[in-house]
């Protein structure tokens, strides 16, 4: 089944510790993108990769870290959390971007609460 | 860089009504313009999408039309259904930097019996 997983679905934790989001897909995707939702914001770019070794920073960049080692997995990485880092995070893969049909299909989501 | 504006945040309607969301955008330079629909607790999903070469797209009860001059495209979804209750998001890529997606702040749109 084509799919992109995130892991953990729910994470509690407290202000500096490091944590990693993992995010992975099959469908052998050349583009990831994290995403974080807010109430009222919408949805807003962290970080996004073209292809691997490619990444490149969206919106909101401050505070996460992103590597693409390999073309199926895309961490985001918060090595240092902070309470305004508290959100729910989608990441989303594609073929590309700017086409028709070329649909980002989003993962379930990582709640993320830092205290 | 590129700015989305959607209207209203939330939209109430009777079923059978028909519903309409609007979204603006400010770089000229955009080409592409999907709408992403998410049900409450659920990742987004796409359910249209338009390039700027064209006017109007339709797909069952659920339609896009561009305005390139006014920079604006809408989103119309004809004989709602309780089932098309969710958050609807617009966005944006602009052909100056076709790697960033841009999201307008989506709306909730309540279909009520």
């Known amino acids: 089944e084509a799919q992109v997983t995130q892991n953990p679905r729910y994470l509690i934790t407290v202000t500096g510790k490091k944590l990693t989001v993992t995010c992975s897909q099959n469908?052998?995707?050349?583009?990831m993108s994290w995403y974080r939702q807010d109430p009222g914001l919408g949805l807003r770019q962290i970080y996004y990769s073209m292809n691997v070794e490619v990444t490149d920073k969206g919106d909101v960049p401050e505070g996460y870290k992103v590597s693409r080692k390999e073309k199926r997995n895309f961490p985001l990485i918060l090595e240092s959390p902070s309470p305004n880092q508290t959100s729910l995070y989608f990441c989303a893969s594609s073929l590309g971007l700017a086409a028709p049909g070329y649909e980002q299909y989003f993962g379930p989501g990582t709640r993320l609460t830092v205290t | 860089g590129e700015n989305v504006e959607q209207h209203p945040s939330t939209l109430s309607v009777q079923e059978g009504d028909s519903a309409v969301i609007k979204c603006t955008y400010s770089?000229?330079?955009?080409?592409?313009f999907p709408w992403y629909k998410q049900e409450l607790g659920k990742r987004p999903q796409l359910i249209i999408d338009?390039?700027?070469?064209?006017g109007e797209k339709k797909d069952q009860r659920i339609a896009v039309t561009l305005n390139k001059t006014a920079k604006h495209f809408s989103l119309h979804i004809t004989e709602t259904q309780p089932e098309d209750s969710a958050v609807y998001f617009c966005a944006a890529i602009s052909a100056g930097t076709a790697s960033k997606l841009t999201f307008g702040t989506g709306t909730r749109l309540q279909v009520t019996l």
């Open positions: 469908m052998n995707h050349e583009y």
């Open positions: 770089d000229s330079a955009s080409n592409y």
């Open positions: 338009i390039r700027s070469n064209v």
